[in-house]
């Protein structure tokens, strides 16, 4: 998703599958993974102030959101594509995997903002 020109937005949701209420603190941890499992680059920096603490019910929802530039917004060029995003919640020692679909880190900028309620990043 694209909001103002040249930025790039990718919202990360995390649902709690359990059968008891959890509390998202903080911000992921992301990186960018090619197709041999190898880390492309540096893990994604903070980015924004820390927000509340979220309380997630079972089948609650809670996002963040990874913010690089459209290729070309610098000098700077973009990293090689990846293929899975490696996320590790807040507070948590057990990485998440998903596809990276078409996002690519250019322009030096790779960010994670901090974990806030719903489902919008």
């Not at 973009?78 to 322009?107: E, H, K, L, N, Q």
């Amino acid at each position: 998703m694209d909001i103002g020109a040249g930025n790039v937005y990718l919202p990360l949701v995390f649902t709690n599958r359990s059968t008891t209420t959890c509390t998202l603190t903080g911000y992921p941890g992301v990186s960018l993974l090619d197709s041999t499992g190898a880390v492309i680059g540096d893990p994604a920096t903070r980015r924004g102030p820390t927000r509340s603490p979220v309380s997630l019910p079972p089948g609650g929802s809670a996002s963040s959101s990874l913010h690089t530039l459209n290729e070309g917004m610098n000098d700077t060029p973009c990293r090689r594509t990846a293929a899975r995003i490696r996320v590790y919640p807040p507070d948590s020692f057990d990485a998440m995997y998903v596809s990276a679909r078409s996002f690519r880190v250019c322009g030096g900028v790779f960010e994670v903002e901090t974990t806030q309620s719903g489902t919008g990043g």
